[in-house]
């Protein structure tokens, strides 16, 4: 069951309880008009990834700006964002068990549904389940295009995979699912454009003999927050998929642009407020946020307010502020921003978004309370 809200709206910024998971308002809304700029004048169309944000509320936001709808990549996820008001999704994953097929196919009563598949046997459960119920499922064959992951290869053999889908009744070939991975958080432009080269000729050349097989792509899928400007140039991909671009965290921080300066084509949006719990000596802060408040896979959280801090040490409930090269220190009993490292499975973690604004402001103010409403959907 869902806690209390740590916050309610009109509430000052340093009386939210923590660990609390703060969105900075204005920070966010600027990175949502940003990416569908961007998007809008490339001519493709944006399809964001809610596995970042697992909000309903997030993901209207992001439509009111010209999103076609969003991908998710569980079946329980779908559900949530259907729920929530969003009329089309896509599930960028592999669906697989006659449970999960069903609940599938009956969504698609509800709404616009796609699925991706890489394999036969998937694909011959998920048309059963869509004739049960009577329904129409768009898919989209997953090709590997550098990920290693999901995926069959491209080329010849995703072309008789399509074939397969267009036979089968209750499913409508809608084209390819093409998202290289691996390759968003390659440091620098050089690797990344490298990367994105070689999924582009891969998926090409499995557009183009689709083609010729007489199977067109409505949709050719893929892309993410670090390399989303180079697919939306392919002439290839027509719908991007990137997520973390609305909040951005410290990981997406460390890739750089071609100039080799910092990726800052986005702003931090998303911190965790923690309080100043603990000062056994001057040189460390103990913080009442740790393991069960972070995912910690890409690192530590940043500290954007005391240069030279580090977080450190952490466990379930306490990290540690290593002090020792700050001229400025917090007091006991003081909240500090953090900055996640991994921005989607930190989100997990909570169940309220508290929504700042004016956060660099003097007076910054709790304007919105929103429920992370398909946390723990992973099913």
């Known amino acids: ?14 009386d939210v309880d923590t660990p609390a998971l703060i969105v900075d308002l204005d920070a966010f809304e600027r990175n949502l008009k940003r990416m569908a700029d961007a998007v809008a004048k490339a001519g493709v169309r944006l399809r964001p990834h809610a596995k970042t944000h697992k909000s309903p509320i997030v993901g209207l936001k992001q439509m009111a700006l010209g999103a076609v709808g969003l991908c998710c990549q569980k079946v329980s996820e779908a559900e949530v964002m259907v729920q929530g008001g969003i009329p089309d999704v896509l599930i960028s994953n592999e669906v697989v068990g006659a449970r999960k097929l069903d609940r599938l ?48 290869e491209p080329g010849g053999p995703a072309v008789g995979l399509a074939q397969l889908v267009a036979r089968e009744k209750g499913l409508r070939f809608a084209g390819l699912q093409a998202y290289h991975g691996r390759a968003q958080h390659l440091r620098t432009m050089d690797e990344r454009r490298t990367a994105i080269k070689g999924a582009i000729e891969k998926t090409r050349l499995t557009v183009d003999l689709l083609r010729e097989a007489g199977l067109d792509c409505a949709v050719v899928g893929g892309a993410g927050t670090g390399t989303f400007e180079l697919e939306a140039a392919s002439g290839v991909y027509n719908e991007l998929q990137a997520g973390s671009y609305c909040f951005m965290d410290a990981d997406y921080a460390r890739n750089k642009r071609a100039d080799g300066l910092a990726f800052d084509t986005f702003e931090h949006a998303l911190f965790v407020q923690a309080t100043v719990m603990s000062m056994p000596i001057a040189e460390r802060a103990v913080v009442d946020a740790g393991l069960k408040s972070f995912s910690f896979d890409s690192g530590p959280p940043g500290v954007p307010g005391f240069a030279g801090a580090l977080y450190e040490r952490p466990s379930d409930e306490h990290g540690s502020l290593n002090l020792t090269a700050c001229n400025e220190r917090p007091k006991l009993g003081d909240k500090v921003l953090l900055i996640p490292g991994h921005c989607d499975p930190t989100i997990n973690l909570h169940d309220w978004y508290v929504g700042i604004r004016g956060m660099n402001s003097l007076a910054p103010r709790v304007e919105s309370v929103w429920p992370v409403a398909a946390r723990g959907a992973v099913f």
């Open 1 to 14: 069951m869902p806690q209390l809200p740590p916050a309610s709206p009109g509430m000052p910024l340093a």
């Open 105 to 152: 196919a009956a969504l698609a009563h509800q709404a616009r549904v796609m699925v991706a598949v890489d394999n036969p046997l998937a694909i011959e459960g998920l048309a059963a389940a869509a004739r049960k119920a009577g329904v129409e499922i768009g898919v989209l064959v997953e090709i590997d295009v550098g990920a290693a992951r999901c995926g069959i």
